[in-house]
């Protein structure tokens, strides 16, 4: 997976690598697809959700960057495997999802890999979360129209948020930066496909399709 899928479409940070190679994504998706974990696509996690492509996660966490000890926010903790791999960067996580049985699900997932360093709430990500706030980053791994005012709010000075911004169809993936001075920043990192942000934040009823 890490040579034909990441190293092959340009994921170069050694320590991403590194860390896509050592969670075990087999165990971040339901057991009967276990063998399928390391596909080259998205996989169904139940409730209608998915884990991610494993390039997508490699590329949101390069674009993210995060450095040991930051503190990240994510968004839609879905199987966990994102927040995993953050964690395993040694960034303090912070991860939120709206779905219970997912939430339990992950935990016991992070549990099992002795990963200590991640905080979940159950609830609507895209409030933020206000007690743990600033944040260095913040990483969106569900599809919003916008940046969620709180989550801007949230981020602190020299922090950078990831986000894929567009309609329920297609999106782009947004790499928000906010200058020292407070000045932000914007560049965008091509077309990505996600599952809707569900907040009256964001995309405020679950699409019919679903
Ligand atoms: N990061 C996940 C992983 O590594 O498996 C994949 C995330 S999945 C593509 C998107 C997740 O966002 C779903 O689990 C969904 O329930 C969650 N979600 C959608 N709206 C949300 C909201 N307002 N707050 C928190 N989580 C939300």
């Known amino acids: 997976m890490v040579a034909r899928q990441l190293v092959d479409r340009g994921i170069r940070q050694c320590r991403v690598l590194a860390a896509m190679a050592w969670v075990p994504r087999e165990w971040f998706v339901p057991p009967h697809l ?18 991610s492509q494993p390039y997508i996660v490699a590329l949101m966490t390069e674009c993210l960057a ?7 926010l994510e968004i839609g903790t879905g199987s966990g495997y994102q927040a995993a791999v953050l964690a395993h960067l040694g960034a303090r996580v912070y991860t939120i999802e709206r779905l219970p049985d997912l939430l339990v699900e992950a935990e016991e997932r992070f549990r099992r ?19 743990a706030a600033p944040f260095q980053g913040i990483l969106v791994t569900a599809a919003a129209p916008h940046v969620p005012q709180p989550l801007a709010d949230q981020l602190a000075p020299g922090g950078r948020l990831v986000i894929p911004i567009g309609d329920l169809a297609s999106q782009e993936l947004v790499i928000w930066e906010r200058g020292r001075d407070g000045t932000p920043r914007e560049r965008r990192a091509g077309g990505v496909r996600f599952v809707p942000l569900i ?12």
């Open 34 to 51: 276990a063998g399928d974990a390391y596909d080259d696509a998205p996989l169904p996690i139940g409730s209608g959700q998915t884990i």
């Open 66 to 72: 995060p450095r040991r000890g930051d503190k990240v």
């Open 113 to 131: 890999l002795g990963l200590t360093g991640i905080e979940t709430r159950l609830g609507d990500g895209a409030a933020g979360w206000l007690e």
């Open 199 to 210: 907040s009256r934040l964001a995309f405020t009823e679950e699409p019919e399709w679903r």
